[in-house]
């Protein structure tokens, strides 16, 4: 008899990452499968996830979904990327935006020209870096729209991704899938039952003895990792001697009395704060090494640190940074928080569910023997958890700071030899050391590493072919089309009030 090909796909957990999962599959390949989302509102989601980058617009356009729809009903706003206070010495601030400094000219980025320019050859006011970034000023006026090209030149306009309430994105999400076919079933999962030869997954059973059989399973069960951790006993590799955070206090504040379109995150004794602004409150966040300060200390200065008032107490949420060994095993693959946390800092929890979930789509397979398509998709999946951490560990071991235990553990603590590489190379000439399918971009690499505090030492001599005064015009021109671009930009403000205005908000200032 011919073997059962994957004809019934089971997602287990109804957070971010199982409503992504479902609302993907049924659009992609809902015609061939039949699929079941099992849940328990008794144990429910993480409730924390507010801040995305721009890759989620590739979600949403593959899922159809209206961004102004989508954004009225999660309560969300724009976001141009992530001002870090405080990181590579107290006083400091850089905005880590979405999008180019400047504009490339030939073959050389920006920045070189840039520090051509502040060696002393061009105009000795050309500023900093970000004083050519359309971004940068659309942040500081708190504007916001939809802007392709910076005027009539090569230069990119604003990329952007949101912030939105997750809970409420999650629900947007299920309603999309459900009305795609997906099936729901309410009820806690209490075994996981596997095949004596295969060591296949073949059903999970809850706690009121229904059974729920399947041919390929997905595990979103959040930090649980219940079917890859604990069914299948996939072990997980811990990552908290390059990332020390391990907890976190969560609180709701009010929002903000100007909507701005940028999450903060602010350095603190040992960890760091988020502030992210939505249009019905603002989220709060202190994220701490346990080995650096306790509890009580910490909702203190999360507290302290709050620009609007409390709405709730803080929320404990605790975890290890690092991930699985491997992320699709047998006939599972764990997506979420089951596969892994990288910590917030970058937003980058969401960016990993979709990016596993149209890697899993990509090659899903019909057939039950999968190995090459599973070797496939952990190779992949464990290159970009680890670029990832690459660049996040930058942010804590670039800094002067040596005012606390914990951030002189970080300036001093063993780096990859990936960052180090990074590092030395970025210091010697400006130059980025990225992979090429790094999820963070040249751009992105330069902007935190000369935020952090690393002035390169030269620049590529390919930015010496033009003359000093042309150099001092490109900037000076650079500089008035931003200007003049960002000046006819409405606030986030009416953006938000014109196109998406929260169902629950009031008018936003
Ligand atoms: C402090 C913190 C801040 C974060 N901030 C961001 C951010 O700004 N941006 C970002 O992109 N990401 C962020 N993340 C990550 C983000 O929250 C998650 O990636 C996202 O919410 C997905 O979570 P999840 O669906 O994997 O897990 P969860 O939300 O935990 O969902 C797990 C699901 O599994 C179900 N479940 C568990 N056990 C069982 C069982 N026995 N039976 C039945 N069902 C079960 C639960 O009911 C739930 O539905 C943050 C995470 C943390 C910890």
Same mark, same amino acid.
């Given at each position: 008899?011919?073997?059962?090909?994957?004809?019934?796909?089971?997602?287990? *957990?109804?957070? %971010? =990452? *199982?409503?992504? %999962? =479902?609302?993907?599959?049924a659009r992609l390949l809902g015609q061939r499968l039949t699929i079941e989302l099992v849940e328990s509102d008794a144990i429910g989601t993480i409730g924390v996830g507010e801040a995305t980058i721009p890759q989620i617009i590739r979600l949403n356009t593959i899922l159809g979904l209206d961004e102004h729809e989508f954004l009225q009903r999660a309560s969300g706003t724009y976001k141009l990327g992530i001002e870090f206070v405080d990181w590579g010495r107290i006083s400091s601030r850089y905005l880590h935006t979405f999008g180019d400094t400047g504009m490339n000219l030939g073959n050389v980025a920006f920045h070189h020209y840039w520090r051509r320019s502040v060696m002393g050859e061009a105009s000795p006011a050309a500023g900093g870096l970000w004083h050519y970034s359309l971004h940068q000023l659309a942040a500081d006026q708190a504007r916001f729209g939809k802007l392709d090209r910076v005027g009539n030149t090569a230069m990119a306009?604003?990329?952007?991704a949101y912030h939105f309430d997750a809970s409420r994105y999650a629900l947007h999400l299920r309603d999309y899938a459900e009305a795609r076919g997906v099936t729901r079933t309410e009820g806690m999962v209490e075994s996981v039952e596997r095949d004596g030869a295969s060591g296949d997954i073949t059903a999970i059973t809850l706690d009121d003895g229904r059974r729920v059989a399947g041919d390929f399973f997905v595990d979103c069960t959040g930090f649980r990792a219940l079917l890859l951790g604990g069914a299948l006993g996939v072990g997980y590799q811990d990552w908290s001697h390059w990332l020390p955070c391990d907890r976190a206090l969560a609180v709701p504040s009010e929002r903000l009395p100007t909507l701005v379109p940028f999450t903060r995150a602010t350095a603190k004794s040992a960890g760091w704060q988020w502030r992210i602004p939505l249009q019905h409150r603002t989220g709060n966040g202190h994220v701490y090494a346990s080995g650096f300060t306790d509890d009580n200390a910490a909702a203190?200065?999360?507290?302290?640190?709050?620009?609007t008032k409390p709405l709730d107490d803080p929320r404990p949420i605790h975890f290890t940074t690092g991930r699985r060994d491997t992320f699709w095993a047998q006939n599972c693959a764990a997506i979420g928080l089951s596969s892994g946390f990288l910590e917030p800092l970058e937003s980058t929890s969401i960016h990993l569910i979709q990016s596993h979930v149209s890697r899993l789509i990509q090659l899903f397979p019909r057939s039950k023997n999968?190995?090459?398509?599973?070797?496939e998709y952990n190779r992949r999946c464990m290159a970009e958890f680890d670029q990832i951490r690459d660049f996040l560990i930058l942010h804590y071991h670039r800094t002067d700071r040596d005012d606390t235990e914990f951030w002189r553990y970080c300036k001093h603590m063993a780096v990859p030899d990936s960052v180090t590489h990074k590092l030395e190379l970025f210091a010697a000439s400006g130059r980025v050391g990225r992979d090429a399918d790094d999820l963070f971009r040249e751009a992105s690499w330069v902007q935190v590493m000369l935020g952090q505090g690393i002035m390169p030492a030269d620049y590529d001599p390919m930015a010496d072919q033009i003359a000093p005064a042309q150099l001092e015009e490109f900037l000076?021109?650079?500089r008035n089309v931003i200007e003049h671009s960002v000046a006819g930009l409405p606030s986030h403000a009416d953006y938000l009030q014109r196109h998406c205005l929260a169902d629950s908000g009031s008018t936003p200032a």
């Amino acid at each position: 008899m011919a073997e059962r090909g994957v004809e019934k796909l089971v997602i287990v *957990g109804g957070g %971010t =990452a *199982g409503w992504i %999962t =479902a609302a993907a599959f049924a659009r992609l390949l809902g015609q061939r499968l039949t699929i079941e989302l099992v849940e328990s509102d008794a144990i429910g989601t993480i409730g924390v996830g507010e801040a995305t980058i721009p890759q989620i617009i590739r979600l949403n356009t593959i899922l159809g979904l209206d961004e102004h729809e989508f954004l009225q009903r999660a309560s969300g706003t724009y976001k141009l990327g992530i001002e870090f206070v405080d990181w590579g010495r107290i006083s400091s601030r850089y905005l880590h935006t979405f999008g180019d400094t400047g504009m490339n000219l030939g073959n050389v980025a920006f920045h070189h020209y840039w520090r051509r320019s502040v060696m002393g050859e061009a105009s000795p006011a050309a500023g900093g870096l970000w004083h050519y970034s359309l971004h940068q000023l659309a942040a500081d006026q708190a504007r916001f729209g939809k802007l392709d090209r910076v005027g009539n030149t090569a230069m990119a306009g604003l990329a952007y991704a949101y912030h939105f309430d997750a809970s409420r994105y999650a629900l947007h999400l299920r309603d999309y899938a459900e009305a795609r076919g997906v099936t729901r079933t309410e009820g806690m999962v209490e075994s996981v039952e596997r095949d004596g030869a295969s060591g296949d997954i073949t059903a999970i059973t809850l706690d009121d003895g229904r059974r729920v059989a399947g041919d390929f399973f997905v595990d979103c069960t959040g930090f649980r990792a219940l079917l890859l951790g604990g069914a299948l006993g996939v072990g997980y590799q811990d990552w908290s001697h390059w990332l020390p955070c391990d907890r976190a206090l969560a609180v709701p504040s009010e929002r903000l009395p100007t909507l701005v379109p940028f999450t903060r995150a602010t350095a603190k004794s040992a960890g760091w704060q988020w502030r992210i602004p939505l249009q019905h409150r603002t989220g709060n966040g202190h994220v701490y090494a346990s080995g650096f300060t306790d509890d009580n200390a910490a909702a203190d200065t999360l507290l302290a640190g709050l620009d609007t008032k409390p709405l709730d107490d803080p929320r404990p949420i605790h975890f290890t940074t690092g991930r699985r060994d491997t992320f699709w095993a047998q006939n599972c693959a764990a997506i979420g928080l089951s596969s892994g946390f990288l910590e917030p800092l970058e937003s980058t929890s969401i960016h990993l569910i979709q990016s596993h979930v149209s890697r899993l789509i990509q090659l899903f397979p019909r057939s039950k023997n999968a190995a090459a398509e599973r070797a496939e998709y952990n190779r992949r999946c464990m290159a970009e958890f680890d670029q990832i951490r690459d660049f996040l560990i930058l942010h804590y071991h670039r800094t002067d700071r040596d005012d606390t235990e914990f951030w002189r553990y970080c300036k001093h603590m063993a780096v990859p030899d990936s960052v180090t590489h990074k590092l030395e190379l970025f210091a010697a000439s400006g130059r980025v050391g990225r992979d090429a399918d790094d999820l963070f971009r040249e751009a992105s690499w330069v902007q935190v590493m000369l935020g952090q505090g690393i002035m390169p030492a030269d620049y590529d001599p390919m930015a010496d072919q033009i003359a000093p005064a042309q150099l001092e015009e490109f900037l000076a021109n650079l500089r008035n089309v931003i200007e003049h671009s960002v000046a006819g930009l409405p606030s986030h403000a009416d953006y938000l009030q014109r196109h998406c205005l929260a169902d629950s908000g009031s008018t936003p200032a």
